[in-house]
């Protein structure tokens, strides 16, 4: 009874020296909650006055507080309730993470997945480009543009306009507009006008819907790289020459204003544009006078009225989503997705219905740094190139989404049919290493010198110990636990490998600066300039020498032979001839180990649930849509098709 | 003192605490004793292998073969008839093979698998129906052809022409001594990398235990002997040393433990620099309790006393205070070792914990856990023995401590 009274006295006396030191710290700074709920301590003599005066003080801001957020709430729901009916609107994961910066395609960091992806592929729903790439069969469909071709010596690229494309404010795409985007992005040096600029000389109106893109020509009077600028009608979205003029006014053309103007009042071509766009979500809404229904067209508007995509924390949110049916289309990597319909029975389906469950084409792959003392010798590079486990990685590191390398033996291709054409396997054979050939990249250091005499367990180059720091960024699971495995395989054959996985943005300065000893990106996927966007992406010794490189060859690797067959491919045009080259690109990467693919990978994920809309792409329904989420390139066509479950 | 261990064992709660403590001590050293496989090495190709005994199935085939007439406890065509299936089935025959309902009888197996044969067609596309309800049709039908098939799988190897030979039948009567081919078993299943899980989680604990010691009795040396000067010695000492705890105490000690981390880089965080970091980061709140014991302590009669014997500061504080906070100390380390171990599981679940392939942890086993979802794949052996080892480490040391405070402080003692 005793002891009783004791404790509720001290949690008295707690409570009232609490509240007396709030009372010090003055009314403004005070912890509501805290106040608000110790008012039995207010019989404490020497501090009630001062105690109740910050009480009702707080009591008032909370409530202040409560009624805003109620208001925004109710604000909230009722958008909700009668702007995005869940059968009008189809639900994306996976794509866009954080709040979006801006609308603007001459931005380097708008961070606006759902409008703003331009590559080989880029996404069709805000902004357009000219043509519509299709992985499926590697060509290019009509867009903006109803057709093109090149003269005969490939210097002059021909486009036409489809005379039916509007802006959404009703005026005619016109030759001009393409003309005056594409300056506009070399004036302002965007990333898009940097890159193309080397390729491209300039654009010529002919008519209204014709224009002539005349490539730069190299000092043999041929085209430096008619593939880049092919690649350019299905990468870089078309925008309005009067929009743009209104921007730079209000910029006073000045080139960084430019490209950090945040375009929310962007006039667009697209199917859909913006709706809400907040830190909680980003929703489009489709623009029922799209041009689109044009017979020339697609004849109808797109399917679903909305376009959404709730910003989710984390992969995990993402996946309870979509397996909850709160998600259409989910571009995340999913352990196991197989479980989701085998074992939960839910209604999702990936590309493939077997493993690898989607459409692989991308070469997630680890780079050395060439210019570190160790990792300059290539008998090194070989020797932990040997001894990874690379059935591991792709049996438990990506959850056997991935073909292995004995079904897809590797080169400077990636696993599609039409890339391996490229390729004689058969000359590559001698080069080819076992799985986890730990025995033969031991023999191999050996054999170059490259031995422990120090007794310590770690082989020594030069007297210094062989170790080295593997990065990639943090949270990415699949990559974080291949580079583990590429640990272990370093520990088997006595080089010191450690993983180092920081924040993305500090991966990427040490990337994209070359101040690394090993680490992963992926290839470029499939595109109008494939398979040589891949050869580059390994040893183009330009991207190496950029001050800031996310192209390729982060190892800085340098090869001659390698170089000139880089400048011989883009203008050659019999298939021999390149098959030749890619084969001896393929023969030089095996040997030299610069860098080493880890794994196939989809170029986006793909799973789709069928609790509100079906009829999505699959692999077997012979309509030659691709599995790009219904959203890039030709893949965009699926959103035409989609069919509510009845 | 032999009297004050009796004590202690006399109090319920320590032994309870006790018991439980030394029994994953004990697991941590017997273990390793008979499994001596290396605990980072990664068997399983796959994620999340479920517990069990996996047997070879090669040499399943090829063994001797038993015949035993085994009852049988269901047929093979009611284990895929369940009631759901049944639903399914009825519900494809009306709406996409146009059936007459009074045609259908679910309670029918055999004549609901005879409708079903003559009325599904795998390479038929219905309409009406999502892509994953066909697929999902595609696997029941497949599953009916298993359960329909007679019973006999044929074991065929490919002659010197390269055409396949029959060389065996396995028949559903056929079974194999378990004791006669090479199986391993995972008590609790296998993690993502395809490691055995029970063996990682002894390495794992035996590595959080180490870390969590070493953070504990770092932080309680530098707690008291702090604490020890600033007590005894008082006026600018005391005022230098508790300015310095304050600092400590006011900025959250894991923000600061993960900024080191951070910066030790990954390259040097092994167990024992874990173990470091953790306790210099962790002692403030000794320095601040034995400073006050002490304070108490130092105008008894007996320090009085010592003092005017002339005994150096030394002698005093090692003889006539020391022994009158030992008990606490010891308690305040208890404490500690539990906290560190926590430490360390919130580091590691963070990505600054030691390196993957060099040592396990629970912090990493959770971390692992966490990346590939096992917590939403069901794959409960990854994550939830960690959680309990974790929880009971930490429960077993704080009972301990509250064992040995109720023997040693005169209030609580009943």
Redesign the interface.
Known sequence: MKRNLQKVMSLLSVSALTLSMMAGCGGSSTDTTTTTETPAATEEASVEETAEETTEEATEETEEATEEATEEADDTAAADADSTPRNETLYFAGQQWGTINDWNPMSANSNNAMAQTQNDQSRELVYETLFMFNMNDGKLYPLLGSEYSWDDGQTELTVKLNPDAKWNDGTQVTAEDVAYTYDTHVKYQSSTGADFSTYIDSFEVVDDTTVVIHAKLGDDGKAINPLKVTNYLAQVYVMQKAYLQTVEERCGEDPDAVKQDSMEDCVTSGPYKNYIANDQKVVLIRDDNYWGQAESMWGKLPVPKYIAHTIYKD??AG??AL?QGEVDVCQQF???VQ?L???D?????TWL?DAPYGMCAVMPSMFFNVEKPGLDQKEVRRAIAMAV?Y??II??AM??QSPTFDEYPRSVVGPIDAEREYVDFDQLEDLQWSNADVEGANALLDEAGIVDTDGDGIREYNGENL?F?AECP??W?DW??SM??V??AG?NIGID?????PEASSFYDDMTTCNFDICMWSSPGPGMMNPYSKAMFYFSEEYAKLASNWSGNFGHYMNDDAEAILEAIPTETDKDKLKEYYTELSKILLDECPAVALMYRPTLFYAVN?SVW???P?AD?GRNIPPTDCTDGYGIAALYELEL?? | MKNTIKQIFHSGKFLFGFVIFLFILLMCIIYPIFVTADP?Q?I?????FKPGTYVSVEESTLEKSYTLQLPKQFSKLDAVLDVDTRAKIQEFLIKQAGVAESEIDVTDAEGLVSLWQANYDPNTKYS?L????R??LK?LDSDIKAAMKDSGVIVAEKNEEGELEQSKVIKDTDYININDVTKKTFILGTD???RDVLTELVAATKSSLKIGLLAGLIATAIGLLLGLLAGYVGGLVDNIIIFITNLFTVIPSFVILILISYSV???ARGIIMVGVIIGLTSWPWTTRSVRSQVISLRNRDHVNLSKLSGHSMFRIIFTDILPYIASYVVMAMILQISSGILAEAQLSMI?LGP????TATLGLMMQ?A????A????SWWAYFPVVILIALISFSLNLMNTGMDQVFNPQLRD
């Open positions: 992969n995990a996946q309870v397996s999913i352990t196991d479980n319909w085998l074992e029975d839910l209604p999702i389906s219905d486990d059935e591991q049996a438990s959850s056997g170790s720091k943090t949270g699971s974080n636990a583990e495995i640990a272990a520990k490998i450690t993983t180092y996985f069928e079906t009829n999505y699959a329904d479950v009845e | 980072l990664m399983g190709q796959g994620n999340f009406g999502t892509s994953a309800k697929k999902a696997r993502n990398f395809g880089g990954d390259k990505g390196a993957t392939t060099e692992w966490m990346q590939y979802s917590h939403l794949n069901g």
